[in-house]
């Protein structure tokens, strides 16, 4: 078993009272009904193309490098003060119901929640409470597979077609590939098809097998190591290569070697026909639908003036069926543990993998847009956001993120009951901790 990670004090503030954002006017007008179409996003996290920010999420585009400051702020016993604002700013502007924010510096840690479980309701949310996490769980699959690695059951050169016999062109594609989203594998949760079933039938129980299939019917993007295109269908397919490898289903494989070793007791992947959270949780909303999204989260003008008003709420996803993500977004955790897990990720504190593969999967980092370097990076499973190291998340009603700055042992995680904010600014998680890291980090 591995050793905690030692907890930092004070603990600034921790307050589970709803705060005063839009939200409250929003309130009143519950009973009117005055809801979109019920729908769910299935967009993708990508660093680097240009397709729907819903879905698993815009994640890795979102935070970006906004804040690429080099120092921290001095001292930290001024962060509730500094920070709250920051964040029911934030909310009010996105129109977002309830947020959970956790901050650890090395001496101290701010960790608070605002707004509510369910739009229309006090109902607080809690420091303690359980969200989706969405592309996070990319990390986790993406770690085990390196575990895997390390053990020498896989190696990264290996083609996937060894493991998978049925892949087209899969004696070309490396398991790298299918972790660094090099692979040119077609996205099956851009599929317009695809959407309109998420938005038309939400509880549907999605396959892994049928999941995979959708992405190899489609031609790929590229040529395997001649581009980056995020895909949910690399870790569809990594999911299933852990299974064979391993001879274990994919979510005993990560909490055995994940969760357990890690005691993250409040983190885990339900089975694919569970769509329910753990109590207690926020419910989870979303505007617009998952066709709508493909094209742009950002809603019409008068639709986003009604949202702010109160007017139009979002529609309240939280138990669509979550299947379509498996390997690539289903795991579900709370600020506390994802804060354990980013540092174990990226500081190896403990360690997830052993020196010399930790040191590789950090190096694999690299700007995915060629016209600018300073754009994101993505890696072996693994993301980059200004001085943050972690990933981000989006799922149906829900958004995250988490990052760790290893060079000033600074943790951020941020979850939000709110895919996006009426004009599609890439993720609510995403935007607060954007603007959480221009705060610690001035230019």
């Known amino acids: ?29 519950a009973a009117a009904g005055c809801l979109l179409v019920s729908g769910c996003s299935s967009g993708d996290d990508e660093a680097a193309s240009a397709t729907s920010p ?18 921290a702020v001095e001292g930290t ?35 608070e929640a605002f707004g509510t479980r369910v739009v229309g309701t006090d109902e607080p949310v809690t420091v303690d409470d359980h969200f989706r996490v969405g592309s996070n ?9 390196l575990q895997l690695v390390q053990e020498g059951e896989v190696a990264l050169e290996d083609p996937v077609s060894k ?5 087209p062109n899969g004696d070309n594609i490396t398991i790298a590939q299918i972790l660094d989203m090099t692979s040119g594998l077609y ?32 031609p790929p993007y590229f040529p395997p190591g001649e581009g980056f295109h995020y895909s949910n269908t690399n870790y569809v397919l990594a999911g299933l290569i852990i299974e ?9 494989a990560v909490r055995q070697r994940i969760f357990d070793p890690l005691e993250l007791a409040d983190t885990s992947i339900p089975p694919q026909d ?19 999204t493909l094209d742009s989260a950002r809603l019409p003008d008068d639709q986003i003036a009604a949202a702010r008003a109160g007017e139009l709420l979002p529609n309240d996803v939280t138990t669509a069926s979550p299947s379509w993500t498996w390997a690539a977004g289903a795991a579900i955790s709370t600020a506390e543990d994802l804060a354990t897990y980013v540092e174990a990720l990226v500081a190896a504190t403990p360690p997830l993998l052993d020196d010399a593969l930790q040191q590789q999967r950090l190096d694999s980092l690299v700007a995915r847009n060629p016209d600018d370097p300073q754009s994101p990076r993505y890696g072996l499973a693994l993301a980059s956001f200004g001085p943050m190291i972690g990933h981000d998340g989006t799922t149906p009603g829900y958004q995250t993120f988490m990052g760790y700055d290893p060079e000033r042992d600074i943790t951020l995680v941020v979850l939000c009951n709110l895919t996006d904010g009426p004009e599609g600014t890439g993720g609510s998680a995403n935007q607060i901790a954007k603007n959480i890291i221009a705060e610690l980090y001035p230019s």
């Open 137 to 145: 769980t990319k990390t986790m699959t993406g770690t085990v597979l």
């Open 77 to 111: 016993q001024d962060l509730p003060a500094r920070l709250t604002p920051v964040v029911e700013s934030t909310m009010t502007d996105l129109v977002i119901p309830g947020t959970v924010v956790l901050v650890r510096t090395p001496d101290s840690e701010w960790f």
């Open 54 to 71: 819903s879905a698993s999420a815009t994640e890795t585009s979102a935070t970006g490098t906004s804040a690429t400051g080099t120092s």
């Open 163 to 167: 493991y998978r016999p049925d892949i």
């Open 187 to 218: 996205n099956y949760s851009e599929l317009p098809e695809f959407n309109a079933r998420l938005d038309n039938d939400p509880g549907y129980v999605w396959e892994p097998a049928e999941l995979l299939e959708l992405g190899l019917a489609e």
């Open 244 to 252: 064979e490898v391993t001879g274990q289903d994919y979510i005993t």
């Open 1 to 29: 078993m591995f050793a905690s990670r030692p907890k930092r004090l004070p603990v600034l503030r921790a307050t589970t009272a709803p705060r005063a954002v839009a939200l409250r006017r929003a309130a009143c007008l």
């Open 274 to 292: 569970v769509a329910t959270l753990p109590d207690p949780h926020p419910n989870g909303y979303q505007f617009g639908t998952n066709v709508s």
